[in-house]
Structure formats: C-alpha cells, structure tokens
C-alpha cells in the first residue's frame, strides 16, 4: 500500500486543516482541535457541519519509519476487528478511505495523514478507578486476542523488531547509559542500580520467544488502559490505537495491560512510595480477561502471566529511563524530568509487585 499524494504540498497556513480536508471531502470543517492525551501521534478530532466528527492522526514517523507496512497491518486488523467485534459485543475503529482506495496521505515532511471514524460517547482512562472498569478492559484484551486466535499473524508486517525484547531494552539502555550528559547519569544513579539489579532476573519472558516456548500470536502490542475506549456507564467498547499490532507474545500484552490498569497510581506519580500494584484491580482484569480468553492460552502462557506484569512494568520503566539518559527524544514530556518520574513510578510499582508475586499467582491459578 503506498500514499498516493508524496508530493502533496500543503500552502495554506494550517496543515492540520489543510489534511483534514482530504478526509472530509466535500464536507465543511466547522472546527478542528486537539485530542486525548497520547503520547505518541498527533490526533485531532474534526467537526464537520453535518453533525458527524472523525478523528484525524499525524502518525509519528520518528517512531514508525515504515509507515507503509504499518498501515497496511492496521488495515487488515481493523478490517477482521470490524467482521468479529458485533458478535463479541464490541465495536473496532474504523479508517476513512481517501482516493485510490488507500487510507493515508503525505510526506515525510508534513508528516503522514490518517483519519478514522469518531466513536460516539466514548471516554479514555489513564487509570483504573474501580474494579468494573478493570474488568471490563481485561474481558475486551481477551476478546481482542480470541478474535485473532485464527489469524495467520505472519500476514502482518513486524514493523518494530523485537519490540518488547528486554534483553534489546537493556542493550539501548548500556548505550544510552555510555553517551549521557554526566548531569543525568547523577540524578538518575538510583534507577540505573535498580536497573542493573533486577535486570538479569527479568529476562524470563525473552527466554520464552526467544525458545519458541509460546506460540507467536496477533497481539496489540500497547493495550494500557488507556487505549480502551469506554461508553458512558464503564462498559468497554473496544481496543483503540493499533499501530503496534504485529506478530508477538499475548504476555506482553496482558503484563503491560495491566502495569495501567491495576495500579495504585499514575504512570508518573512523582511520590513513588504511592506506587504499586492494586490486587483488587489485578483480580478484576484477571476475570475479565479470563473470561474471553481462558480457552485459547496454552499452560506455558497461563503460568508467566503474573511475572509478565512486572517484566513489562519493568521493561516500560526501562524506556522511560533510556529516554531520559538520550535527552527526551522519544516520548512527548510536559515538564524536566517528566520521563525521570515516570521511570521511578514504574520502578516502585515493579519492586511492588515483585513482593505481592504469589499472591498474583494464586489469582492467576483460580482463574485459569
Ligand atoms: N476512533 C476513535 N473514536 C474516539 N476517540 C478516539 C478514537 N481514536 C482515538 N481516540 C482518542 O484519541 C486518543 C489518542 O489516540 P491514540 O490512537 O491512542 O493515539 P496515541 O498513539 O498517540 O496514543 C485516544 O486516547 C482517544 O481518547
Ligand atoms: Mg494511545
């Protein structure tokens, strides 16, 4: 699949407007702003005078080079969502074609276009705040994973090589690590040790892939929480922001599913002694998940679940920590030492969840 407009020059003053036009077609632009609180693309919602809005994308190309490939996944998983989710009880986003029957347009220099159909009455939450919320993400993770039980996987692209692959993390964080400003390295040494001491231990999960040891499903690849999309009353509707869905390791996803959903806090609490996993919530997501995926995960995938979630809250600590040695290059921050404190909250929320280990094992057993 490739854009159809590479030379598309944008001359008026505003490109957002200017992109958003395409999608709309004939139909008049009354507003456009920004929207929800990623931190990787650019996304707008645009209003048009007939009452319909649509949700337009800068896609990041920094962090996805190969937009062609990731489009070209997105589309084909949003098309078999879009055929199974009713039956589930669930709707799938849904991309607006433009011209030549493709779904994105641009350049690298104004950046690459996508826009897809707004899902009404719809809510993020950066954070679960009572159990039914927890619940409701966990049972839409595992219909989201039952649906694609019998897809080939290597129909998609894998866009971001070993993308959950601690060992490759740890590799980047040592580079990083080597070419820091002095300033950084100082007011970070406190990660870095525990970085070094828990690394080896973690590793558990790339031994599993790295040995075959689990089966290479289509997994979502970033399902935090807030990349489910709820109605008004709590119920899910579905997984939102498909551009990591690859071939990869379903515990990755339910480990960083619920690193956002069963915390004590936020993702970047700055008093780490409030960070934490919340068992209440991990019970509540376990059930859910439990109760769409149960029949399709093998034994060697039902018994890391528990450790998947401190491998993964580890490993997005890790990131925070590597982006922040590099100088912020790579997650959007909104003050200094944004990706510092983020960093310490996943820490302090693994180093928790390593003591509630067995007990998170208990409530994997039950239900699964
Ligand atoms: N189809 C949609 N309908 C309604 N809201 C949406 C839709 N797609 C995205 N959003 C909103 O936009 C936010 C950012 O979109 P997302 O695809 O998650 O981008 P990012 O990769 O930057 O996280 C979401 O958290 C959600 O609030
Ligand atoms: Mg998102």
């Not at 826009?115 to 919320?133: E, G, R, Y």
Request: proline share 4%; charged share 20%.
């Amino acid at each position: 699949m490739s854009s159809p407009i590479h030379d598309i020059y944008a001359p008026t003053l505003n490109p957002v407007r200017f992109f958003a036009q395409i999608f709309a077609k004939e139909s008049e632009i009354l507003h456009i702003k920004p929207f929800g609180s990623g931190h990787i693309n650019d996304t707008f919602v645009a209003s048009l005078s007939n009452g319909s809005r649509f949700i337009l994308q800068r896609i990041n190309h920094q962090v996805f080079t190969k937009v062609d490939q990731l489009m070209a996944n997105i589309i084909l998983a949003s098309k078999h969502l879009s055929a199974h989710s009713k039956n589930l009880g669930y709707q799938s986003v849904e991309f607006i074609p433009i011209p030549e029957n493709t779904f994105y347009v641009g350049n690298s220099e104004q950046g690459y276009w996508r826009a897809m159909h707004f899902i009404q009455n719809s809510v993020t939450f950066d954070k679960a705040h009572d159990p039914n919320l927890a619940f409701e993400a966990g049972k839409a993770l595992g219909a989201f994973h039952a649906m694609f039980a019998h897809f080939d996987a290597s129909q998609l692209h894998n866009t971001l090589p070993h993308f959950h692959h601690l060992g490759r993390r740890i590799n980047s964080f040592e580079l990083a690590l080597e070419k820091a400003e002095t300033k950084r390295v100082k007011s970070a040494s406190k990660l870095i040790d525990f970085a070094r001491s828990h690394q080896e231990q973690l590793q558990c999960i790339d031994h599993l892939t790295d040995h075959n040891l689990v089966p290479v499903r289509v997994v979502h690849n970033d399902p935090k929480l807030n990349n489910v999309l709820f109605n008004q009353t709590g119920k899910a509707l579905g997984l939102i922001d498909l551009d990591t869905v690859m071939p990869g390791c379903l515990l990755h996803d339910f480990g960083d599913a619920i690193r956002t959903s069963a915390s004590l806090a936020a993702e970047d609490e700055p008093n780490e002694n409030l960070c934490g996993i919340n068992l209440q919530l991990f019970e509540a997501y376990t059930r859910g998940y439990g109760e769409t995926a149960r029949q399709m995960l093998t034994s060697a995938e039902k018994i890391n679940l528990p450790v998947a979630t401190i491998v993964m809250t580890f490993t997005i600590g890790l990131r925070f920590l590597t982006d922040y040695l590099n100088g912020d290059i790579y997650y959007k921050t909104h003050y200094p030492g944004h990706n510092l404190v983020r960093a310490q909250a996943q820490f302090a929320q693994a180093a928790d969840m390593l003591n509630k280990l067995s007990v998170m094992q208990a409530i994997i057993k039950h239900y699964f």
